[in-house]
């Protein structure tokens, strides 16, 4: 398999990230393996193909994650057609993009729903990947497994939902790492306004209900394929704890992953969310759950496969990857029955 990671830029890749651990499984099951960057791409002038300067990652006797990923990045870029390619890995996050690199916040959803058109397989699908970045994307599931929540940009309304429910979450509709997340007791906390103004600066605010066992931390619990990834009896989940009064669980926030057992309350989440992800071509996700309630899904480049090997000493990569894998093979046996895919424009047959 040909699979090429997609990512915000190869030069700022960190070793320990799940992005590296999924080349790593890559390179170590026989596939050849590229890091793409969203500065890397051109659209040929002559054939209409989508080209990359990429970096070729390969996984040698020996190797740490870190010397892996310093030798991917020191290795000279090649010319690399991508729409050669069997597997795109979208592991860009567009959020980090969103103000800095403005330009660059789209194209991941962009040039992978152009690269799917010309049949290479896309995880996460590049168009449903555009709704599961905003947390709107969570309203489409059912009521039954996520808090009562607000999406607005008018602080009258927030302060009226805060009064009817109590005890809140506030944070930005776009955004990620717990960002301007705040706590709100009631109504009556005085840095209300404060808080929704700083929230709105970053677009559209969505206000949760504080759901009970959120001060303990959220489990993140990852997907593969609508259903739970796990292994040898071990689930691909963990608790994050928060540290000291910081209510965010966030580990890029100083949360603590500790072990996680699933148990009947997570399984009836996950068999609540199974079809539609299945549907929305939602390969790999990350879901953040308190007691029976969803509050984030994670859907681009989720994040906590590091804390998964170590607290339970099991590498579970190389299951998404032979499921990618798989799912290749699919493609090529249905692809003679759909005919050929679109052709890119000027390019020749």
């Not at 799940?18 to 890091?35: E, I, M």
């Not at 993009?97 to 991941?108: E, F, K, N, T, V």
């Not at 009064?245 to 996950?270: F, T, Y």
């Not at 509050?295 to 579970?316: C, F, H, K, R």
């Amino acid at each position: 398999m040909k699979i090429a990671f997609f990512v915000n830029d190869v030069a700022t890749e960190i070793a320990e990230y799940g992005t590296t651990r999924l080349a790593r499984a890559a390179g170590l099951g026989g596939h050849q393996v590229w890091y793409v960057g969203v500065g890397d791409v051109e659209l040929g002038e002559s054939d209409g193909r989508l080209v990359a300067n990429a970096h070729a990652a390969v996984f040698q006797e020996g190797d740490t994650l870190e010397t892996f990923l310093k030798a991917t990045r020191d290795r000279d870029a090649e010319h690399l057609v991508l729409d050669d390619l069997d597997a795109l890995f979208l592991r860009n996050e567009s959020i980090d993009d969103l103000q800095h690199r403005p330009w660059a916040s789209p194209l991941g959803a962009v040039f992978g729903q152009m690269l799917k058109a010309r049949g290479v397989t896309v995880v996460n699908d590049p168009m449903s990947l555009i709704r599961a970045t905003s947390k709107l994307y969570l309203e489409e599931f059912p009521e039954q497994i996520r808090p009562r929540s607000l999406v607005t940009r008018d602080p009258a309304a927030i302060e009226r939902f805060v009064a009817a429910v109590g005890r809140c979450v506030v944070k930005p509709l776009y955004g990620a790492k717990g960002r301007n997340v705040f706590m709100v007791g009631d109504v009556t906390e005085q840095n209300l306004a404060q808080i929704t103004e700083a929230v709105l600066q970053d677009g559209y605010a969505l206000v949760q209900e504080f759901v009970p066992g959120g001060e303990d931390g959220d489990a993140r619990i990852f997907l593969l394929e609508g259903r739970l990834l796990e292994h040898d009896g071990k689930a691909a989940a963990f608790r994050r704890v928060p540290s000291g009064n910081d209510p965010r669980a966030n580990i890029s926030k100083g949360g603590q992953p500790v072990p996680l057992e699933i148990g009947p309350v997570e399984r009836d989440v996950i068999a609540a969310m199974s079809a539609k992800l299945v549907a929305d071509g939602m390969f790999f996700v990350g879901v953040d759950v308190i007691g029976g309630k969803v509050v984030e899904i994670n859907a681009e480049s989720p994040g906590g496969l590091q804390s998964v090997e170590w607290l339970y000493q099991t590498d579970m990569c190389d299951i998404v990857i032979e499921a990618l894998r798989h799912r290749v093979d699919q493609a090529a046996r249905v692809r003679p029955l759909l005919g050929p895919p679109v052709a890119a424009q000027g390019a020749t047959s």
